[in-house]
């Protein structure tokens, strides 16, 4: 991603001018992490990570990562990552056995993390951006400034990812106002046997606003329904007790990460 990036539309539209030439390949292979290196002394935070590529399609399911140092590969130079990064929880992903990556350098990078700000991931799993269309990230519902390696985190305020942060990697269908909106859920942790249960589904776009998010579908158990205006619909809690997965989506918008609702 370019040192500076922007949001939306005019993110994926800088980068698509540039990724005509100079493309990253390692032994036929998109070029991805090559190991867990240049740490720096920087924390290394247990993350969510979840890609979701063209169409919304979940091409990985969220997974635990360890969001520490990384080197990668590009333009036949080993590249060092900053810890705390979504670049970095990428990289952690596909050591994991997660979707491969490629990427472009347009600064100067090094061994060091500390250059590596200038890092733009181009393609994922095997699609490549194109024209204003291609690979966004997420943090916790707001998309980032920078770089997805950038040291001084997505917001470029110092801050890097927390623990526990969900990152979002997601094909932005680009449009004047930025990107589809992203989905997040919102319920009861934990509930009794056949209670009924409110959910609420929120649509954020690339700022960070939310707004309640109707026709989405909600599944729990083996119930499901639609969210009407307000982005609201009520469930039955299944009737024995256990964990069980929480999630939605909706046609022209990112899938929300699922949640693990407990029925006691």
Not at 24 to 39: E, K, N
Not at 90 to 97: E, F, V
Not at 164 to 189: I, K, M
Request: charged letters at 10%; a positive charge.
């Amino acid at each position: 991603m370019s040192g500076r990036r922007l949001r939306g539309a005019a993110a994926v539209a800088g980068a698509a001018a540039v990724v005509a030439t100079g493309a990253s390949w390692c032994g036929g292979q998109l070029a991805s992490a090559a190991g867990a290196s240049a740490r720096a002394g920087v924390a290394a935070p247990a993350v969510q990570v979840m890609v979701v590529g063209a169409g919304n399609v979940v091409l990985s399911g969220p997974r635990s990562v360890t969001a520490g140092g990384a080197t990668v590969r590009t333009s036949g130079r080993s590249c060092g990552v900053a810890a705390g990064t979504p670049l970095a929880a990428l990289a952690d992903l596909h050591q994991l056995g997660g979707p491969a990556f490629a990427i472009r350098d347009y600064g100067r990078c090094t061994s060091s993390p500390r250059a590596s700000g200038q890092l733009f991931v181009y393609s994922l799993d095997g699609e490549t951006n194109h024209g204003q269309n291609g690979w966004e990230y997420k943090v916790d519902n707001l998309s980032g400034t920078t770089g997805a390696g950038d040291p001084t985190g997505p917001q470029g305020d110092g801050r890097l990812l927390a623990p526990g942060a969900q990152v979002l990697w997601f094909w932005c269908q680009a449009f004047a106002g930025g990107c589809q909106r992203t989905l997040a859920l919102s319920a009861p942790r934990s509930l009794a046997r056949g209670a009924a249960v409110q959910v609420r589904v929120t649509g954020y776009d690339n700022y960070g606003r939310g707004t309640g998010m109707s026709g989405a579908r909600v599944r729990l158990g083996g119930a499901s329904a639609v969210t009407g205006g307000a982005g609201v619909v009520t469930l039955r809690a299944p009737s024995r007790a256990g964990g069980y997965t929480l999630s939605a989506s909706r046609p022209g918008s990112v899938p929300a990460f699922p949640e693990t609702l407990t029925v006691r």
